[in-house]
């Protein structure tokens, strides 16, 4: 099989929280470093609330926006009451990518081991965008990264990518 060419993507950062500003986003940093080091194109990145309608109005905007291909959100996807991230973004969702929150929780398990089943890790198609939501600790964020979304988003990986689907995303 011939080599593919790598494909550059255009990526938002949101981070959900009520505690962290810019300068303490260790999870929002580590994804801008992260998706920069594999050579996509950082389009945007915001600190926002955890408010439902704070994480939906930031994301709507992106996945409306042509130059956004993938949105990472960090934070929002535990149990407690203030965790709303999943609530914000699946009624966005026009398809739900069930095997990522599957793959994640069981990657998980290695490293916290029954504590995975409290994290709600979702990811969708919305608009033709990726969007992964992903637990707010940057360990959590890097292993989310390095192990399922880095793969998924190089056009290069075989058999098969999310990045080779993206011109079938709106089909009817």
């Known amino acids: 099989m011939a080599e593919r060419e790598f494909k550059s993507l255009g990526m938002a950062v949101l981070t959900a929280s009520d ?4 300068a303490t986003d ?14 996509h194109r950082l389009i945007d990145k915001v600190v926002v609330p955890d408010s439902i309608y704070a994480i939906r109005a930031a994301v709507s905007q992106w996945i409306y926006a042509d130059a956004v291909n ?16 999943p609530e914000a973004l699946q009624p966005l969702f026009d398809k739900t990518i069930h095997g990522f929150g599957e ?29 992964f939501c992903l637990p707010g600790s940057p360990g959590a964020c890097a292993e989310a990264w390095d192990k399922l979304i880095c793969h998924q988003l190089d056009y290069r990986t075989r058999p098969c990518n999310l990045v080779e689907l993206m011109p079938r995303l709106l089909e009817q």
């Open 19 to 22: 505690s962290r500003d810019d």
């Open 26 to 39: 260790k999870s929002g940093h580590l994804l801008v470093q992260r998706l920069t080091d594999a050579g």
């Open 70 to 85: 993938v949105v990472l959100t960090t934070g929002g996807t535990g149990v407690t009451g203030r965790d709303g991230t």
């Open 103 to 131: 793959m994640f929780r069981m990657l998980s398990f290695d490293s916290i081991a029954t504590s995975t089943l409290q994290s709600r890790a979702v990811a969708g198609v919305a608009n033709a965008t990726y969007v």
